[in-house]
């Protein structure tokens, strides 16, 4: 067999957004390429009907006890089974924390690297160019991969957008790999999980992000009233998160997250390129600034140039209000 398998990701039968922008990214490479596209997605049970509204060669559940709890050792041994049978061209991935931990691990079984975060694909007749970016996304590089098969990439939030998923419908198959306990090393007492104050912003659909223009800490919940408002994720800019007046999970940027809401909501936020490279991705980008000259401007959709301890608190009352 050959083709793309799309790994995507789900968790108690809540999908991770970007797992749909990686299907469509699959979609596209399968078109370009003429090759079939698979997805799989596993746990211990699966929300793999859902996949199968789209148009894929095939569904793959792969479902297992032991893949109740995240764990890299199973999730490799489980998919490494899988790649195994399929002996698929590409796997793609989406890049979120779960694969930054498993993906490399994967790879490895098959004696290949992980093209990680990856934010396009251009496609030459058979052959394929991996875009990454590099000196805090000043440059783009392009990768050809080594010769042979599978290519395991893994591709950054928004990088492809899930809107553009072609609907259809799919067989599903499910298979039960053959996992054994004495294969996971992780004790289940330490399961993987991100810390328990981790946010992860590359699955929010909606941010509001602060920055220096704020002056100072106490200033820093007047955006986050607006945030919760909006039912938003607060994020930040590293200032920000330097000075400790927000976490630094909340950094957005090429130091940060990288993120792709629907919505992003940048205060008191310059536009330097460490952290557009974090955002730019975003679908539809909203600036309050009051230097009419300010970068931000250039990736805006909207712009507000204005003082944002005016704006700020006029917006929020009007979201209530709404
Ligand atoms: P500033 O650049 O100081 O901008 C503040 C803005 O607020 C200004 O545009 C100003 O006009 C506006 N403002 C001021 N008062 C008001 C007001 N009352 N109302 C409205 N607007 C107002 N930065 C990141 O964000 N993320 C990263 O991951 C990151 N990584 C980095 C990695 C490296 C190696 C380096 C060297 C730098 C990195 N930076 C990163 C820092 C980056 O270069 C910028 O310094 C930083 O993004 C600037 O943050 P800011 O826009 O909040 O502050």
């Known amino acids: 067999m050959s083709g793309i398998l799309v790994i995507t990701e789900q968790s108690g039968g809540v ?11 699959g979609q596209q490479l399968g078109r370009e390429l003429g090759l079939p596209v698979r997805a799989c997605v596993f746990g211990k049970s699966t929300p793999s009907a859902d996949l199968a509204a789209y148009q894929l060669d095939a569904v793959i559940a792969v479902e297992h006890d032991l893949l109740e709890q995240y764990t890299a050792d ?25 694969v930054r931990d498993f993906g490399p691990k994967l790879a490895t079984r098959f004696e290949r690297v992980l093209l990680s975060d990856v934010i396009a694909f251009k496609v030459d007749g058979q052959s394929v160019a991996f875009e990454r970016q590099l000196f805090q996304g000043k440059l783009n590089a392009s990768y050809a991969s080594a010769a042979g098969a599978p290519v395991f990439v893994s591709l950054q939030a928004g990088a492809y957008r899930a809107e553009t998923l072609v609907a259809g419908s799919a067989p599903v198959e499910t298979r039960n790999p053959l996992l054994e ?21 590359s699955a929010a659909e909606l941010i509001v992000a602060v920055g220096r223009g704020i002056k100072e800490e106490g200033n820093v919940p007047l955006v986050q009233e607006l945030a919760e408002a909006l039912g938003a994720e607060l994020a930040a800019s590293r200032p920000i ?4 007046w927000l976490p630094m999970e909340r950094q957005v940027g090429s130091s940060g997250q990288t993120v792709a809401p629907k919505v992003y909501l940048a205060v008191g936020i310059s536009g330097a390129i460490q952290h557009l490279v974090g955002m730019k991705g975003s679908k539809c980008i909203v600036a309050i600034n009051k ?5 931000i401007f250039e990736v805006a959709d909207y712009g507000i140039v204005g003082d944002l301890f005016e704006v700020v608190p006029a917006l929020t009352e009007a979201v209530k209000k709404a």
């Open 291 to 295: 230097d009419a000259a300010a970068p």
């Open 15 to 25: 999908w991770h957004k970007m797992s749909f922008e990686t299907l469509a990214a």
């Open 241 to 244: 998160c330097d000075s400790g």
């Open 74 to 98: 199973g999730v490799t041994a489980a998919l490494a089974g899988l790649v195994k049978d399929l002996q698929p061209d590409y796997v793609l991935l989406p890049h979120t924390y779960q």
């Open 181 to 201: 306990a004495s294969q996971i090393r992780q004790k289940p007492e330490a399961p993987f999980r991100e810390s328990a104050r981790a946010v992860d912003l």
